[in-house]
């Protein structure tokens, strides 16, 4: 029988068109262009607000954020530790330290209720991790940071298309990261962008895009030559990746219905054995819209999840884990540490696995992997 891939990237219609029109059209290939601008526009009509710059990768732009955030030597940002190594990294490099909390077991979204008692002097941001689509508590996260003088940041690698309480993900937090990674919903094969909520923080968002000099202006015309005036790094996607996204982009709502379509089909697949106690499905509380990044299923155990991963594997079908916690790792040891104790990362990151999804995905195939799963429990 055929092999059952994880993931497969597919063309949403127009990326190679667009990708010619960039060239012999446009003669513009290099960053801050027309295609980008489109994107951009795109993104910010969609998120109702907002101010948006594309840039090579979400890491990128969590990267501009921890600049923008002024995060420095000392600092501390309190994240979860099931999230990937982006999110710490970004105030990592700027000195900072990743203070991690626990998530909570329905959402594996960092636990709101542990987020005040991890606060200290030295905190200057929250940075939250909206896993599979699915909002972290934000109402909730927000009074705290308003409360405390914190920056909220919210790493939506996961989460577009996703919404909480009808307001999209991203447009909530100060800043937003977008990832159109490959692995992503969206993707431009590496990809990203940053969105600025906070209007104030806009202006130097542009100079940390293009390198630390006023280029963006000078473009639009508003000053004669541009030069020198800030700390930044080349973060501009170029002119091809915006042309390849764009055509994604303009597409996205109908990707995010086929994903939404196949995350449904092993939802009910799965309430029987949810039934028996043999694993548990995501939950997606009423105040969320998913987008259906990850379908992924809890098992009793350790042992029951490698179990569950071995057979898949067996049968072609290429199911994987996800998060290592960032605490326990090696760089986590070296430059975080933990504001609660992990009692429920360190438990579902054992158990959990992720069966194939993509905008592709058929009933036929997903009838073998749920069969497949079945006969490992029975
Ligand atoms: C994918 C991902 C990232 C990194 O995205 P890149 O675009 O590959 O840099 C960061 N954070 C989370 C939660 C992710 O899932």
Sequence with gaps: MDRIPFNVPALAGREL????????????????????????????????????????????????????????PGDEVIMPSYTFTSTANAFVLRGATPVFIDIRPDTLNLDETLVEQAITPRTKAICVVHYAGVAAEMDVIMA???????????DAAQGIYGSWRDRPLGSIGQMAAFSFHETKNIISGEGGALIVNDPALFERAEIVWEKGTNRAQFQRGEIARYTWVDV??????????????HSQLENGPEITQRRVAAWNYYYDAFASMEETGSLKRPVVPQSCTHNGHIFYLT????????????????????????YVPLHSAPAGLRYGRCGSNMT???????????????ARLDRATQDRVIEAIRSVLT
């Design 344 to 358: 429920h990362t360190d438990s579902i990151s054992s158990r959990l696995v992720r069966l194939p999804m993509h």
């Design 299 to 322: 098992m009793r155990d350790a042992e029951q999840r490698d179990k569950v991963l071995k057979t898949l594997q067996s049968t072609g079908i290429h199911a994987i884990i996800h």
């Design 17 to 72: 068109e667009n990708i010619r029109e960039a060239l012999e059209k446009k003669f513009h290939i290099s960053g801050n262009g027309p295609f980008t601008r489109l994107c951009q526009e795109y993104l910010e009509r969609y998120l109702g607000g907002g101010q948006v710059l594309l840039t090579h990768s979400c890491t990128a732009a969590l990267e501009m954020s921890a600049i923008l955030a002024e995060i420095g």
């Design 232 to 245: 930044g790094s080349s973060f501009l996607p170029s002119e091809l990746i915006a042309a390849f996204l």
């Design 144 to 154: 705290i940071a308003e409360r405390h003088g914190l920056t909220v940041i919210e």
